[in-house]
């Protein structure tokens, strides 16, 4: 018989003799290899998931709380300054959602009345209020108004969420026994609170009819912009220290 056929001993298994260690050592070696490709395939998985999850629990809410200045009366939803704004939200990589709960013909009545719910619901971290001018021209009581907008601010303070107060006139044929403090009053919260201001949320636009749809009181869609533009200077420094 050939010498190369003959195994020795020491090659041979039994019971009594395994032999083969270098095999058993490979399959432990090959099952750590597997499970450590399967750990790091569930975490190439979740991690993006992860990340996805923290990215939108960093985004923080926006309420724009007011009436048909803020609802996009008589235009597209889109075409609004509200809607712009969230826009340039976008552009400027601030980690806000902007809700819109303006509602047209709104009064400060009717947002006392509906403030708290929307509170609630969206917990913003930044409320802009603009209501005020429905009452105006309904000639509402000025202590009145000031009573429903200074509680609406504290709400908003109470659910720890800054304020920014936008100012409104009303037109000039309601005289300015009344029009005149109306347009004070904004101001005069505003420094009482210590809130943001914007004394005249459409400054510049009425002044140029052609702007303004045929009521003379909403502005048109081409004139959105510049309401943003009135707005994002006060506001601009809330949202990047509520950002920090």
Request: charged content about 15%.
């Given at each position: ?28 070696n ?50 609004g ?31 006392l ?11 913003p971290a ?32 109470a659910?720890h969420?800054?304020v ?18 109306f ?15 914007v004394?005249?949320?459409i400054?510049?636009?009425p ?38």
């Amino acid at each position: 018989m050939p010498d190369n056929l003959l195994a020795s001993d020491d090659n041979v298994a039994t019971a009594s003799n395994p032999v083969p260690h270098e095999t058993s050592d490979f399959m432990k070696n090959f099952s750590i290899v597997i499970l450590a490709a399967l750990v790091s395939f569930g975490l190439a998985i979740i991690s993006p998931v992860t990340a996805f999850a923290a990215e939108h629990s960093l985004q923080r809410t926006l309420l724009v709380f007011g009436d048909s200045l803020s609802a996009a009366y008589g235009i597209d939803k889109d075409e609004g300054w509200v809607s712009l704004l969230a826009e340039k939200l976008t552009t400027e990589n601030l980690s806000y959602t902007v809700t819109n709960a303006s509602v047209s013909g709104e009064t400060s009545i009717g947002g006392l009345a509906r403030l708290p719910a929307a509170l609630e619901e969206f917990q913003p971290a930044i409320v802009i209020l603009e209501l005020g001018g429905n009452d105006g021209l309904r000639g509402l009581p000025l202590g009145v108004l000031k009573d429903n907008l200074t509680a609406m601010i504290e709400m908003c303070l109470a659910a720890h969420a800054e304020v920014l107060l936008a100012g409104i006139q009303i037109p000039p044929n309601y005289g300015p026994r009344y029009t005149e403090p109306f347009y004070a009053l904004f101001g005069e919260i505003a420094e009482d609170m210590k809130l943001a201001f914007v004394p005249f949320l459409i400054d510049g636009i009425p002044q140029q009819p052609n702007l303004m749809q045929e009521d003379g009181i909403h502005p048109k869609a081409e004139a959105q912009f510049m309401i943003l533009d009135n707005v994002w200077p006060i506001l601009a420094p809330m949202l990047r220290t509520n950002s920090d």
